[in-house]
């Protein structure tokens, strides 16, 4: 079968895709998909049908279906950023928007004409196959054919049903071997109902005893918890620590991971006897690291994360308790902004280790390690975002992400899907037979104005996360991302009227910034590693800079958008022209957020704190604030001759002109995630969590 479009024609039977008489090189799955798109013309098609019916059922995450997509895209389109073939259908998938002409079958005559080039070349080449063949067989060929084409019929359908008949059989007689039941949840019940935030759950068998991390509130400081038997569960330490990990070893003792604070977050592994409740420092694990523990009870060793700075990726490393010896035992990419190894869990019998290996492009990995000499034993696609991995048998290994819950077969190196759902956390052993403890959470984040040092009003009510708000310059439009349908998306306020969605064309994986044109009529968003603009006028979108694709931060500046790139493993500042479309380079020494005009542009760097100030003209680079942490590169804000910046705990206003610095704000409890000035900076929103609560659940598992 030969499908027909535009300059597109799609042979099934020699899977050749051509494109204005080219061949073009296609990827199986690409070209299968494509073919999908061709037998289902002009109707949206939902991610989760494409799935099934391309992927086998298999499962993979949407990610995975949108960059297959995009690739098909760069294949057809002519114009990316407004794709003609394949739309982006909001809230359901993707849509082929022609019905594709089947070349050499009925109606094909019809249309000839709608195919152009094509439909005459392949019309051509069908004439010439045909012109031979009658040729060949005399004047009574259309019988012959007809008769011909009715015993293959019948030839193919009596085959068929053999191969089927006899397929039966054996399957009754030799069953397939491999294939492990899918894993189900029996039931479930809560081990935990606190007010607040209970989460990171490690249970102990010998003592019956298990161990969690609790918070009463979001202006607390999470500290680790005890729970023995049917007791009620009591705090184990109180101190001005803030704990990210709480397990058991083999001694008896707990083991601890914590930072002095969430402003500069120097973390260090301690050891903590739950009698005499004293503790005592064993190692410091980095600066502004979230360290994961498990004890390796064969080699008295603990396994942690942990990475030599906050622009390195994570590495897995172990340390000896008796000896104190440390060694790095597993050692990631290192590419770019890479979070490197970032989960792992260690096997029953202590000799493997599976990491979940970050990749940036595509899914995740997932990688086993042999404890014995640190080799990588085999390397898999897994999923992506992955809070929540434990070896659960021998041979199977629970994982957890924001899409739901997955069994990975070992052997058989496969995964598959136990049950989709947004309400599965850290995962760890339960308190009997196949169970599994987790955590279910929900967390509520919505902007607030503030005023002369007061909170004025919300400017968002939802009971889901909705931040990032960023001002327009000309009125207080603003715009900013919730996820209030269940998918992150961008949604613009006017200052008067109805706010919308502004529908983005594909799902939202990431979001490094947005900000306004000068005149409040264009939007630009850096998402998913590109540049797009929103027109407030037709409320459409539309991808610029298509050569990049390793975009995070950007900007508007006049008639020019300045972001931030990642090439050759660096991270620089371009300024793209709206006008002739001419992309500059402006920095060779780095780059990660950046703000300016055409005379002098302010940025952050990946790898270095500070917020510096580069005068485009002479070419000097200084240094604007120095004690600028290397994490708040989206915590700042140029407007009108003046830098606000949040420091800590604190807003402060800085006037270029005189040097000057103003504290605005000073925000008890924790910090809020992000604020924006308002344009006649008469106030300012920021980002602040209402409701933070979680809970510990054990779940019953079917056999693996």
Excluded at 430 to 458: D, H, P, W
Excluded at 504 to 517: D, G, N, R, V, Y
Aim: proline share 3%; net charge negative; with cysteine.
């Amino acid at each position: 079968m030969r499908y027909a479009f535009g300059d597109i024609e799609v042979d099934t039977t020699q899977i050749r895709l051509v494109k204005d008489g080219v061949l073009v090189e296609c990827e199986p799955k690409v070209f299968t998909l494509l073919v999908y798109f061709c037998q289902h013309p002009e109707k949206a098609i939902s991610r989760a049908e494409l799935v099934e019916k391309v992927w086998g059922g298999r499962v993979v995450s949407d990610a995975a279906v949108n960059r297959a997509v995009g690739e098909l895209r760069k294949l057809i389109e002519d114009n990316l950023s407004s794709p003609k073939w394949i739309k982006t259908v909001s809230k359901v998938g993707y849509q082929l928007t022609v019905t594709p002409v089947e070349v050499g079958g009925q109606g094909y005559q019809d249309n000839k004409a709608y195919l152009g080039e094509v439909g005459e070349s392949c019309e051509s080449e069908s004439s010439d196959e045909s012109s031979n063949y009658h040729s060949s067989v005399g004047v009574n060929t259309t019988e012959k054919v007809t008769a011909g084409r009715s015993i293959f019929r019948f030839s193919k359908m009596t085959f068929i049903l053999f191969c089927v008949f006899t397929l039966l059989i054996l399957f009754q007689f030799f069953p397939l071997k491999g294939s492990p039941d899918r894993v189900e949840i029996l039931s479930r019940q809560p081990v935990t109902s606190l007010m607040g935030s209970a989460f990171n759950p490690f249970y102990q068998a010998k003592s019956d005893t298990f161990v969690f991390l609790y918070k009463a509130d979001k202006e607390s400081s999470a500290k680790p918890y005890i729970q023995e038997g049917e007791q009620e569960p009591k705090a184990l330490i109180q101190d001005g620590y803030y704990y990210t990990d709480v397990i058991y070893g083999a001694d008896g003792d707990l083991y601890a991971s914590r930072l002095d604070n969430l402003e500069q977050r120097n973390c260090e592994v301690i050891r903590l006897d739950p009698e005499s409740q004293i503790s005592s420092v064993l190692f410091s694990c980095g600066k502004r690291v979230v360290t994961q523990l498990d004890f390796d009870e064969q080699q008295r060793r603990l396994i942690y994360r942990s990475r030599p700075s906050i622009s390195a990726p994570y590495a897995v490393y172990s340390f000896q308790v008796d000896t104190g010896r440390q060694e790095q035992l597993t050692h990631p990419l290192q590419k770019g902004n890479n979070l490197g190894d970032y989960y792992f869990s260690l096997s029953p019998d202590s000799k493997r280790l599976a990491v979940v290996e970050y990749s940036g492009e595509g899914l995740d990995h997932i990688k086993f390690i042999d404890l014995n000499d640190n080799r990588v034993l085999a390397k898999e696609s897994f999923i992506e975002n992955v809070h929540g991995l434990l070896w659960r048998s021998s041979k199977g290994i629970l994982a957890a992400n924001g899409d739901g819950l997955y069994e990975y077969d070992v052997d058989e190196h496969k995964l598959v899907s136990v049950e989709r759902s947004d309400q599965f956390g850290r995962l760890a052993h339960g308190m009997g037979a196949n169970t599994t403890l987790t955590e279910r959470s929900q967390l509520t984040v919505n902007i607030f104005a503030f005023q002369k040092g007061e909170k004025v009003s919300a400017l968002t009510e939802s009971s889901g996360i909705s931040r990032g708000a960023v001002f327009g310059h000309r009125s207080n439009i603003f715009a900013y991302t919730a996820n209030r349908t269940g998918e992150a998306e961008i949604y613009i306020q006017p200052e008067n009227g109805a706010g919308f969605s502004s529908d983005f064309i594909e799902p939202i994986e990431h979001l490094s910034a947005l900000s306004w044109s000068a005149d409040d009529a264009t939007l630009l968003a850096s998402v998913n590693g590109a540049l797009y603009l929103f027109s407030l006028a037709d409320r459409s979108w539309r991808r610029v800079a298509d050569s990049f694709s390793q975009i995070h931060h950007a900007a508007f500046s006049s008639e020019s958008v300045l972001f931030s790139a990642e090439l050759a493993g660096m991270w620089n500042i371009w300024r793209l022209s709206l006008i002739d479309g001419e992309v500059e380079q402006l920095t060779t020494q780095g780059g990660y957020s950046v703000q300016g005009d055409e005379h002098s542009i302010f940025f952050t760097k990946f790898n270095q704190a500070g917020l510096y100030q580069l005068h485009l003209d002479s070419g000097k680079e200084f240094v604007l604030i120095e004690e600028f942490p290397i994490a708040g590169w989206r915590h700042w804000q140029l407007s009108q001759g003046k830098i606000y910046y949040l420091l800590g705990k604190e807003y402060r206003e800085m006037d270029l002109e005189s040097g000057t610095v103003h504290l605005l704000y000073k925000f008890s409890g924790r910090a809020p995630l992000n604020c924006h000035m308002a344009y006649l900076n008469d106030f300012f929103a920021c980002d602040q969590v209402e409701l933070s609560t979680s809970n510990i659940w054990q779940l019953q598992l079917s056999k693996s």
